[in-house]
């Protein structure tokens, strides 16, 4: 039997219109808990589908109208998911490439942010987690983290007749290959990066307090290591605060990648004096941050908080830095797959041929 399969951009639009289709997940439940599909459902059957058992998935029945994908983790085994629902008479395909594939998936959702001049499109790999940001004002446009393929930013401001003059990276990231250089290239805009000898091309280099212009906006530098020593935040109009990996919505950024146990422990406690320079802010501000743990459904709504529900949510920033430092460093989660290689990569400013199995699982940078 031929199982068709279905192409990852086609289903980011099925679920972007709120077609009605079932994403089936068929990994194991330890593969699901590091990453999924919004609104996918789960039935463990992996080895079952492997050893042919013939009575796997024998009582599934759709849950959200009748086309069923299937889903796996490079596109395989979701093929004999599919066989076994195409023989029981059901409209099934597979998801081609799997959750690897899906890891370059993107969905988007406008930012209100009262009181600034500028406009915020906030752009998310709803699999990988990744936030990156596309700000403009007065036509001009601004892309910071660039995640995603540079085509989807170009995309996106040609939608609103935007020009995008300047892109900006937080810091060197580790558990995903930037495209601001990329982008920078193919969109004749200036790259911006806070000020580092760790990357071997040329940019403009950002110090704090620096102002970076969008338009009639104005993009404020402010220097917060501690996640990496050059890890900066952008606050747009003293009103929204792109945070980079230095703070999530409830959790702050690790400070032991590319880092001995020594210098890990120094960052912790640089880390711990940027998080009280951004407490200091106005509590109405706009968290903006690079990262997201939960895989980002289709609903169009932020990913973001006001500095004041970051507070309440994220008790590290409550803690004295003897405190603080001793906590982070006992609850550090697993290191993110092939940093190692995704780091030397991004200070190269090099993409690799195909991402997918470099950047493939969720983000690891944050610790509650």
Not at 5 to 32: C, F, K, N, Y
Not at 34 to 62: C, K, M, N, Q
Not at 292 to 316: G, K, N
Not at 322 to 344: D, E
Request: aromatic content about 4%.
């Amino acid at each position: 039997m031929t199982v068709p399969t279905m192409s990852r951009e086609d289903l980011r639009q099925l679920l972007e219109h709120g077609a009605p289709i079932t994403v089936l997940d068929v990994r194991p439940a330890v593969e699901r808990a590091e990453w999924r599909i919004p609104g996918s459902v789960h039935v463990d059957v992996y080895d079952a589908l492997r050893r042919g058992d013939p009575t796997v998935l024998a009582d599934f029945h759709p849950t959200n109208g009748g086309r069923v994908v299937t889903v796996c983790g490079a596109g395989k085994t979701s093929m004999l998911a599919a066989e076994r629902l195409r023989a029981r008479g059901l409209d099934a395909v597979s998801l081609e490439g799997g959750m690897r594939a899906w890891s370059l998936a993107w969905n988007s959702a406008d930012v209100r942010c009262p009181g600034s001049r500028a406009r915020i499109v906030q752009l998310r790999r709803t699999g990988k987690g990744c936030l990156s940001y596309l700000i403009e004002s007065s036509g001009d446009a601004a892309v910071i983290d660039a995640s995603l393929d540079p085509q989807v930013y170009q995309r996106v401001a040609d939608t609103h007749g935007w020009r995008i003059r300047t892109v900006l990276e937080t810091h060197v990231h580790a558990d995903h290959l930037s495209r601001a250089r990329a982008l920078a290239a193919g969109a004749g805009a200036r790259l911006c990066l806070p000020a580092t000898d760790r990357v071997a091309f040329e940019y403009t280099p950002l110090d704090d307090g620096d102002i970076v212009g969008v338009g009639s906006a104005g993009l404020r530098v402010l220097h917060t290591p501690g996640h990496t020593p050059e890890s900066t935040s952008y606050l747009l109009d003293d009103r929204a605060l792109f945070t980079g990996d230095t703070l999530f919505l409830a959790a702050v950024g690790r400070p032991d990648l590319e880092a001995s146990a020594e210098q890990a422990r120094l960052r912790a406690r640089v880390l711990h004096a940027s998080l009280q320079r951004l407490a200091g802010l106005p509590p109405e501000t706009v968290v903006l941050p690079a990262h997201t743990s939960e895989p980002v459904p289709f609903d169009r709504l932020p990913v973001s908080a006001t500095l004041r529900e970051v507070q309440e949510r994220t008790p590290l920033l409550r803690e004295t830095e003897q405190t603080f430092v001793s906590q982070i460093l006992a609850r550090l989660p697993p290191t993110p797959p092939n940093h190692h290689r995704i780091v030397a990569l991004n200070e190269a400013g090099t993409l690799a041929d195909d991402p997918t199995e470099l950047e493939a699982g969720a983000n690891r940078c944050a610790v509650a």
